[in-house]
């Protein structure tokens, strides 16, 4: 797996969005945080982060954002924050590039170790992500219908445990996590989210994530592929 030191010489801000708080690293060690909430639309975000950022040094910048993210375009508004983000332009409101994905697409490329990888956060809801072979592709499982008329990020996500109780909550996760990864013919899922600290074991063909490889994910997308001198990783 390639070293967080190795990539951070381009000088990459990581800002992973979030319901509650945004963060801000430059490094594992060096990080900032400021709240959100359902308020917060893109000009509050921008001026916050220009705030949150004086002293730092930084030419590029990833952002992981809990939407719906095509070709670096946020395409719907996200269930925690306020409303404006639909097609907002973060490298013309930052004046430097920009590379834009869904939150749990950028874990998932931290979290990439090789293979055809699925990744599924546990969390308010349900974060996916699939990747192989230098391509990144986000997902949105969590709208798949699922059991009496819901969807399958009701059962999986805070909803789910609140309604089934720990034990059946996590019965139901590992049979939906075994589907998926036959479905996706994957060779291994990595779960994240804030919901897997739940799990003392996880079945065969699983691997837990962690928050921290949001970091290593924010600093994968601006690597370079040596022989072509273009981005390393191709997000879809």
Same mark, same amino acid.
């Given at each position: ?102 939150? /749990?697409?950028?874990?998932?490329? %931290? ?8 990744? !599924?956060?546990? +969390? *308010?809801?349900? @974060? ?57 013919? /994957?060779?291994?899922?990595?779960? %994240? ?8 074991? !996880?079945?065969? +063909? *699983?691997?837990? @994530? ?27």
């Amino acid at each position: 797996m390639l070293s967080g030191r190795s990539l951070m010489k381009r000088k990459v801000l990581v800002v992973d969005i979030g319901g509650t708080y945004v963060k801000l690293l430059m490094s594992r060690r060096d990080q900032r945080e400021f709240a959100s909430g359902s308020r917060m639309g893109p000009n509050q975000l921008i001026a916050k982060l220009q705030e949150s950022v004086r002293g730092w040094k930084f030419d590029r910048v990833s952002i992981g954002f809990p939407a719906p993210v095509r070709k670096g375009r946020i395409t719907k508004d996200p269930k925690h924050l306020g409303k404006g983000w639909v097609g907002f332009n973060f490298t013309r409101a930052l004046g430097i590039p920009v590379r834009l994905v869904n939150d /749990a697409a950028m874990q998932a490329l %931290g979290s990439h170790d090789g293979g055809r990888m699925l990744f !599924l956060g546990l +969390g *308010t809801g349900l @974060g996916s992500a699939l990747v192989w072979d230098r391509m990144l592709m986000p997902l949105e499982l969590g709208d798949l219908p699922y059991r009496h008329g819901h969807i399958i990020e009701d059962y999986l996500g805070i909803p789910g445990l609140v309604l089934l109780g720990e034990k059946k909550w996590k019965r139901e996760v590992i049979y939906a996590v075994v589907q998926l990864k036959k479905s996706f013919i /994957a060779d291994y899922v990595v779960i %994240g989210g804030g919901l897997v600290h739940h799990f003392g074991r !996880l079945p065969k +063909g *699983t691997e837990r @994530g962690r928050n921290e490889n949001a970091f290593l994910g924010g600093l994968r997308l601006w690597e370079i592929n040596k022989h072509s001198g273009e981005l390393k990783w191709r997000v879809l």
